[in-house]
């Protein structure tokens, strides 16, 4: 390249830019518009699919009745409803402490070989296919239990939130400002009190956030429930017992041979999305309250 | 080091900018019987070939200094001398960094600071810091100035009440905090941030109160506030301020020291370190030849 002498530099011409740029910035943003219409083309077919299919066999007795034998017209899915949020309960009970407590290791002594090998072990079990995880909990919990129960069910599910509950705190905990930290170690506050007392409010909302997110995944896994909670079309709230979900109710019903249970799957699934956007939604409603 | 004899507290002189509001005068010690025994213990601190590293990074080289109790001791010197390294010995925030190694001696009162029996929660409890950027919790005004109290073990909720309110008055901030107690601190401009921070440290009552830069993220009017109760405070703490600011050094201290490169150059009086350097490198720094 021959060398141009800064003397000989011509200036600029400052023209706008040319025809050919001008198309292709019209293009660049109607493109991001259509991708941006795109992502809402699923939720908007899933809810119409839903709304289309599944309207029809909400009534008081779905959410009331226990399903009816077969052969028999009617009936609800009541313990399926209460089976899920059992099984939602039972694996928050279990995956948040853990997990915000890993979290808050990782976060506070995060520097460690330890560390690194908790960090590595989250991200590896976050890619864990969900069915792998049943099958897991078949061998760990089921069996050695001699039944399906529902502890096994919520044990599975525990352990898919946990990957996302530990790595969401580590980050929502670094985020607190270092300022807050040295304030609090100032005034003579010892570590554990710093961290109980100034880290954790300030990252509540964004731990909250992860959980209640971690929590709306969980609910609708179908194929961990498969091999540990299994289903039972009786009412049951017992933990040591097979339980009903909404997951594997709308599986079993969807696939059935008779049209009066394919309505009710439709139907299941209805209740189910509605129950998770209830969640999201709160949970937006709590998070904005407590970050303002 | 330069010995002089003793001249009229300069730091005396009227800031520039006078607050719009009076405020009140401390009516805390007026109201407090007893008020000599009521005053805290005279702690001095001090430094006897004092080292720090950062790794292998000297920040500290053989400092040794006193600073007597109940006065305003200014640490002057250009960035990366060393001047917070220094402060914040006092009160060994430096634990925080990893690496950091010391010898030699750092006093606080009869306290030997880094002694292995040194309890740094306890010792940090009686050298209070106020730090740059005003840091109160994201909390209520109430709740930031309670915590070091709450930390204390203070339940009752009346005598909670009682300091809370004595510290904001001590700080100055009181009749412009008093009827929103329960809004976020964060709402306040950054000068009341910062005298709420100095009120949060006030409230566990210290023996020292370290300052480091407290002006240099305010505006002029809130920086004259500061200082004005830097003064007033130095009657009943022992005060240690590090700025960047020579006026205000000038303004604020009885003594002053100045750092070079990690070495105590030059420590005096602080008219007589201003009017008569011992030191070309002092005369140099405060001519504004380098830094």
């Not at chain 1, 909400?58 to 949020?85: C, R």
């Not at chain 1, 019903?253 to 129950?275: E, H, I, S």
């Not at chain 2, 009162?109 to 010792?123: C, M, S, Y």
């Not at chain 2, 700080?171 to 929103?180: F, I, K, P």
Request: net charge positive.
């Amino acid at each position: 390249m021959s060398r141009v002498r800064p003397e000989d530099l011509r200036p600029l011409r400052l023209g706008g830019p040319s025809p050919a740029r001008r198309a292709v910035d019209r293009a660049s943003v109607v493109a991001a518009h259509l991708a941006a219409l795109l992502v809402l083309v699923p939720v908007a077919l899933i809810v119409w699919h839903l709304l289309a299919h599944g309207l029809a066999g909400i009534n008081l007795d779905f959410f009331l009745h226990m399903p009816a034998p077969v052969g028999e017209a009617g009936g609800g899915m009541a313990n399926a409803i209460v089976g899920t949020l059992m099984l939602v309960g039972i694996a928050a009970a279990i995956a948040v402490p853990v997990g915000v407590g890993a979290g808050l290791f990782l976060a506070e002594h995060g520097g460690g070989r330890f560390a690194t090998l908790v960090r590595y072990t989250a991200d590896v079990l976050s890619g864990v296919p969900s069915i792998v995880v049943g099958v897991a909990t078949y061998g760990l919990v089921v069996v050695p239990m001699g039944r399906f129960s529902a502890l096994a069910g919520g044990i599975a599910l525990a352990i898919l939130m946990l990957p996302v509950i530990v790595r969401s705190t580590e980050e929502v905990v670094r985020l607190v400002p270092q300022s807050y930290r040295q304030a609090a170690l100032a005034l003579g506050a010892p570590h554990w009190k710093v961290v109980q007392q100034v880290v954790l409010p300030a990252a509540s909302a964004g731990i909250a956030t992860a959980s209640l997110l971690a929590l709306s995944r969980a609910a609708g896994e179908t194929a961990p429930l498969l091999f540990t909670a299994l289903g039972n079309r009786f009412w049951s709230t017992a933990l040591d017992q097979p339980i009903a979900s909404l997951p594997v109710f709308i599986f079993d019903y969807a696939r059935a041979p008779y049209a009066d249970w394919n309505r009710q799957a439709w139907a299941g699934a209805l209740v189910l999305l509605t129950l998770v956007a209830l969640v999201s939604g709160l949970l937006r409603a709590t998070t904005r309250r407590i970050v303002r | 080091m330069i010995e002089t004899r003793p001249t009229p507290d300069i730091a005396a002189a009227p800031p520039a900018d006078p607050p719009a509001t009076p405020r009140p005068s401390l009516p805390v010690r007026a109201t407090e019987s007893g008020a000599a025994s009521a005053l805290p213990p005279r702690v001095a601190l001090s430094a006897r070939k004092f080292n720090l590293y950062y790794g292998t990074n000297q920040a500290l080289r053989a400092v040794s200094l006193e600073l007597p109790a109940h006065s305003v001791s200014a640490i002057i010197g250009p960035s990366g001398c060393g001047k917070s390294t220094l402060l914040r010995s006092f009160n060994r925030m430096n634990d925080l960094i990893p690496g950091v190694r010391t010898e030699g001696v750092v006093q606080v009162g009869d306290v030997n600071v880094f002694a292995p029996a040194t309890d740094v929660v306890e010792l940090r409890r009686r050298v209070g810091m106020v730090f740059q950027r005003p840091n109160p919790f994201p909390k209520s005004i109430f709740e930031n100035v309670a915590f070091g109290l709450r930390l204390l073990g203070l339940r009752n909720r009346g005598e909670i009440e009682a300091r809370v309110e004595r510290s904001l008055l001590q700080a100055a901030l009181w009749t412009e905090v008093r009827d929103r107690l329960e809004r976020p601190a964060l709402q306040l401009s950054g000068g009341q941030q910062q005298r709420l921070c100095i009120a949060r440290c006030l409230a566990v009552e210290p023996d020292v109160v370290l300052m480091d830069e407290p002006a240099s993220a305010l505006d002029p009017t809130a920086t004259a506030r500061i200082e004005e109760l830097i003064l007033e405070l130095k009657a009943r703490y022992t005060i240690v301020v590090v700025t960047h600011n020579m006026q205000q050094a000038a303004r604020v201290s009885d003594r002053t020291a100045f750092m070079l490169n990690g070495e105590l150059i030059e420590i005096g009086e602080t008219r007589a370190l201003f009017t008569r350097p011992g030191k070309k490198l002092t005369e140099d720094y405060i001519t504004g030849r380098f830094g």
